[in-house]
Each structure stands twice: as C-alpha cells, then as structure tokens.
T-cell receptor
C-alpha cells in the first residue's frame, strides 16, 4: 500500500531551527510537496521537490532523497507565526497526491 | 500567483437540507479540481476529482448521490451536500492545479466549515 509517515507533533523554540521529516512508500513518484496549514484554515503551498537535493526558499528549505524515500522540511529562525501543521504529500505514478497526516509544530517563546 | 476562491466560508444548516459550495479558479483555467474533507485533527481526505465537462471521479466510500459535483466550466466547480446530517459536519476544501504537469502545486480555496444541526 501507499504510506506517508511524519511525526505527529514537534515543539521548538522561537529563533531556533527545526527539521520535520517525512518518509514515503508510494506506487511511483512524481514529486513531493510540503504544505503549511494553520488551524481552521486551508493548506498553503510551501515547496516542491522532484530531484534529489536541497531546495531553499527564504527561511524554509526542503530536501529530498528518492533512493531513501525521504524528505525533510527545515525551518530556520523560527517565529511564533510558524506554529502550524506541516503536511507532506507525494504525487504517485498517476499524479494523485498521497497525504501524510501532518506534523503539528508548536513554537514556544 | 494562482488564486482559488471558495464560498461560503462558513455555513450552518438544518438536518435534511442541502448545501452548495462553490469553488472558482480566479486567474487560471482548471480542467481538474479536487474536493477534500478534513475532520478535526485529521489529515485531508480526498473525496472526489472534478473534471470539467464530465462526471466526477469519487473516492471509495464517498457517496456520489450525496455529494453532487458539477464542473460546469474551466473556472467553476460546485459541491452540493444533499440531505445533510450532523455527521456531514466538517471542513470542506477545494483545490485546483494551475498547470497540467503533475509537478504543478495544488492551490487551495479557503475552505468551507459546514455545521449541520
């Protein structure tokens, strides 16, 4: 079956760095997405990786290793507004998105 | 950037009534739109894929007669929850892919919080 695993919850301190991991097993692979979702709101797109390596976008970076079925989202200089759920999603061979359950990130002052 | 507009943002209805939710792509054409449902503290669950000019494709376990989808144009898809019951109370979110390539990100509407009393 298809499976996306990410931690349920993480806690970090304002100003620090946090890494949210995602491992996947899917029928085919056409890219991995990271989305941010604040409570009660719809997800917003953060990043897309289809080739191995690191994609940097401001304070956020996303890494992919296809051979390991592994990705991480790195958040630097954490701000209180970064408190949200972070969703990992993989596009399978049919370009259907398979969603992880999300990682709730709690930022403490 | 691509914008998806969803309306209404909140709706409260009585059990047995029907509710229509609209999803519009404002600055791009979307041949395919996706409807998701999300219960509290749970992940997004794909309900159906809405295809312009043809019938929607429903995920297993989703009643097509209860959740009517109409994709009348390249910029509008509607989801109608018919004969709503309290267990249908949830957060419904539509999304659309800007480009045809599978690597194009999904852009989400702001969601509709449905409460059935």
């Amino acid at each position: 079956g298809q499976n996306i695993d990410q931690p349920t919850e993480m806690t970090a301190t304002e100003g620090a760095i946090v890494q949210i991991n995602c491992t996947y097993q899917t029928s085919g692979f056409n890219g991995l997405f990271w989305y941010q979702q604040h409570a009660g709101e719809a997800p917003t797109f953060l990043s897309y990786n289809v080739l191995d390596g690191l994609e940097e976008k401001g304070r956020f970076s996303s890494f992919l290793s296809r051979s390991k079925g592994y990705s991480y989202l790195l958040l630097k200089e954490l701000q209180m507004k970064d408190s949200a759920s972070y969703l990992c999603a993989v596009a399978d061979s049919n370009y259907q998105l398979i969603w992880g359950a999300g990682t709730k990130l709690i930022i403490k002052p | 950037g691509a914008v998806v507009s969803q309306h209404p943002s909140r709706v409260i209805c009585k059990s047995g009534t029907s509710v229509k939710i609209e999803c519009r792509s404002l600055d791009f054409q979307a041949t395919t739109m996706f409807w998701y449902r999300q219960f509290p503290k749970q992940s997004l669950m794909l309900m159906a894929t809405s295809n312009e000019g043809s019938k929607a494709t429903y995920e297993q376990g989703v009643e097509k007669d209860k959740f009517l989808i109409n994709h009348a144009s390249l910029t509008l898809s509607t989801l109608t929850v018919t004969s709503a019951h309290p267990e249908d109370s949830s957060f419904y979110i539509c999304s659309a892919r800007e480009g045809r390539a599978g690597g194009s990100p999904l852009h989400f509407g702001n969601g509709t919080r449905l409460t059935v009393t």
